[in-house]
């Protein structure tokens, strides 16, 4: 009996069944078409258009590309030509849609009644209000707090505050305080300069989580990736990356070698290394030299290998091997440069770079970070004493929420402010203790610009109308309130006449201006700047000042605060496209949690989920553990961005606050100790982690094959090492003739012919795990967020993972961890096809696992069949408006890409290599009378993918970039033993020396 | 099934510039017949409009093609529908004949000064999860081949769905035509 005539004769049985609820199915709608009044320029329906423009996300500054579709934006991408984030966006980059469409923004201005309930008011009043408190407050104390603001809009505020007699504080809760410091220190330059990864032929990484938060984590991942990449044809050798810090980050997942030197001792193992790499002469020693060499000899390796926890012949063959690339970057960042002796670290891992000759070469003063005109955490907390004090009678605060980052005294500090006026587009904690609130447009709706690095002028420029008309543009409002006539953009342009002298090139400012809006802006190359040691450079170096004030211990661990890669500072919490996004390392979703080693929870006898109070100093937290070998025994690690009391509905409630367990008082640099010693206490309560981990350990099935370098270098042309034999034989001969059924069906019908054969190639060797891809998949493709408690039942949607194996860390051996994307492998022989009783999967004729959601019936037989476990069943009606497992809340509907369907409760869904795309791209091809070529369609992981490990393109073009990369010899298949054949060929991870057991 | 993409705000980008009547060079061999006086509307099929806007009358009479109000069907997937600046570019100077058209025109005009365009009611409608790249079909159907799908307009006095839209139709087509059958060419 066939699939056919299986379900009439089911059909026939359950006829009645279907007749009775067969009365249930209503008429479609009536639908209504309103056409425009006057047709928007550059639009046509059913066709995207693109803006550039600027992220506003971090300081980073990424350029964007917004594709519109009428007139509403549907999706973020990196814009190719903007020279920070090369056509890549991370995460947060890309959530940015769901800030614009948040359903909780501000919609309209407001103040607080009598009786504190908030009372809508014009933009008139409102203005007035401000003007009227303003001229109020003049001489008694005027405050405004921003956020990182490196353009015109900073120039606004600082401007109106000199005017008035104000001041302007920029709050950053990680502002890279210690960075600037420690170069000062060591250069006399309080710039951060741009680091060259690209060029860089071995990396030392400080704790520098430079693919999360650390200055420009797209840049640099990009440049990582081209640099420790493994590319066969290549002279010199992949550079080798290590990574020292006391818990595995994501950055240093990445890592060939990960040190976990005590924490505090980071700059004492780089001054030693510098010490081995002078006395040694493995580089030409600079004429400053004597400066330093006290220092040095202070920190010979011998001296310092039993307080940073290494051999000290560890610490001598790293210099060597650093030295010895001609290439070498040293970079700290993280933990490392926040500690109380942050400065000094830096200024040791600036010391260690300039011995080995590379300052100058991979690190680049000149093209320097905007970041180091952020303000300090001793600006912010010298305000808060002066608001205590009485002394602020007005504060306003933009782009910054220094109520969560700071919660405890800031909060009691506005209680002595007079009045407070927010711009917020969200009632975050600060807006929400305001007294009036001026809702900003978002930066997606606005003109504004950048600078992020030193000659690159990003512009920004509204992509689309507000979302809510009653939000009006900070700076406008501004504007008005100083009596200024004008829009923003008026005074943006002339600002940028400035910009126009510079670059022009003999062109009109209109066109000059148009031009730099339609690529995002000027990017013009910085003149190097040469520095050499300043003369306090000697103050780099006291290896007997105490980096913590105590020596941790399982006892007494230090607790170590880290920025969250998707909720960065906390601002990311209330996108639920964030709060669903597995963290990289602990794959815990909607939570926060305490990393705890496995011997040190062995000793509290605690396991995952159990909740343990944290009792800092200065707060106390209640964190569930979770159970890791990526952190040191002494050490605990919590991230930052949970613990909202405020600023909406996914973000509220939620988890704990690490900020509260920090020191309010700055340390000797002006920035903010993210290390705390920590009292644990078992509270007996348990937490279900909504993880998406399925085993911590790879077991050796496959999934990642990993080469050492030696071995990957030796691979000729042609050599298949994972594939001699991938169907057993007893599989051969079981499948033989079901095989051949299978192909004489393909040959049927419009199978038969030339088609192409859709494939992707996954460079693991580039894969960081950063998790971009996923965020890009849940825009791109309609995916639902669940929730948490859906996410712990796991029925999560996320139809792209990255799953994270640990490896080793046994008997003493290094811990390391590897990382996947896992996705529907496009099987040339898929298991979930034959087993759907209504063909709602298939096989198309360009090679893919369709999923018809409209045939489907739920059975969910594939699901069960498949072994990658990439199909995901919908439980429920995501799309429900006001339903209870609501995905998309009006407004944020308006998110939801128009080229595919959003399904409902019943169906599974699935990867299709973004189909969408493959057929928008055939249809563009169609009307241009040709074919479509290599490069064509990139499907949304792909474009998103800031190491650029992922490749799309037809298997039966010889010609394409995939079919070349299907042949490398490091290409495998995962599961390839159950012969199915999969289009996705991983292309193996290389490491520098051996490869760690699963 | 539910595709919460807005095709109501569908709408035309760029009046493209084509002067009519051009019957002659697109060789519409229509109906030249002046279009029937209407007196009982009641009886016409399809949904009633808020402005009895009539194909017959310009399609069919006055031999305007197809493409001067739907012009984006040639480049992109969705045809659009005439902004009401469309309308108003003719009928700012052109009042109407008779009585009934003059009150018609009227509406349009007023529309036009109160910035309030008329809610259509939708005809040919497709479900969510069905894609139809009009670009494609035009191009290889050509642009007088809407009538395969949409019917004569040029004698329908009220537009109504003339073809079924269900899927056997759109395979009977396709079939004949010996195009692809495959599911994800439609669905996705």
Redesign the interface.
Known sequence: MDRRRFLTVLGATGGAAAAASACDIKA?P??????????????????ATYYATTCRECGAGCGLHAKV????VIKLEGNPESPINQGRLCSRGQAALQGLYNPDRVTDPMERGPSGEWRKLSWDDAIARLQAKTKEARGKGIAFVTGLESGSFGELVDAWMKKVGGRHVTCEPFAFEALREGNRIAFGTPAIPWYDFANARYIVSFGADFMETWLSPVAYQNGFSRAHGFDAGRDAAMAKFVYVGPRLALTGMSADEWIAAAPGTEGMLALAMAHVIVTERLAPVPADMGRVRAALDANAPERVAAAVGIEAQTITRLAREFAASKGGLAVAGGIAAQYANGAEIVAAVNILNYVAGQVGKTVKFGPNHALAAAGSFRQLTDLVRDMSAGKVALLLAHGANPGHSLPAAFSQALGHVGYRVSFSSYLDETAAASDLVLPDLHPLEQWNDSRPRTGVYALQQPVMQPVFPGTRHAGEVLLEAAGKSGSFKDYLQSRWRGVHQRYGRGRGFDEFWNDALQHGGVYADAPAENVRLSLEVTRASSPDRPALGWRPSPDEPALVVFPSIALHDGRGANKPWLQELPDPVSKITWHGWVEVHPDTAARWQVAAGDIVLLKSPFGTVRAPVWITPGVRPDVLAVPTGQGHKAYGRYAKDRSFNAFELLSDVPTPYGGRAHVVSVAVATTGDHRHLATTEGDAREQGRGVIEVLPLARARELKRGAHPFSERETPPYADRAMRGWADAQREKASL??YAGEHPRWAMAIDLAKCTGCSACVTACYAENNLATVGEELVSRRRQMSWLRIERYYTSGDAGRPVGAVVTPMLCQQCGNAPCEPVCPVYAA?H???G?N?Q????CVGTRYCANNCPYKVRYFNWYNY?EPGGEWES?PDPL?ML?????????KG?MEKC?FC??RI?GAQ?RA??EDRNVQDGDITPACAQACPSEAIVFGDLHDKTSRVAALAQDPRGYHVLAGLNTQPAITYLAKVVHGAVAEA | MTKRSDRVGAGVAIALLIAFPVAAQTGQSAPTAKAPVISDTGRLQGPRQPVFFRHDVHAGQDQIPCLYCHNTVTISSEPGIPALQTCFGCHQMIGGSTPSHQAEIKKVREAWVNKRPPEWTRVHALPGFVRFPHQRHIKILGTESCINCHGDVRGMPQVYQFATLKMGWCITCHVQRNVSRDCTVCHY
């Open positions: 479609e009536t639908e209504h078409l309103v056409p425009y009044l006057v047709p928007p320029e550059n639009q046509v329906p059913g066709t579709r009428e007139g509403r019908g419009n298939y198309t004729p360009d893919l369709g018809v959601y409209n045939r799309a998309w509907n939801l890409n128009p080229d595919v369907t959003v399904r409902e169906v299709t189909v969408q057929r249809n169609r009307l």
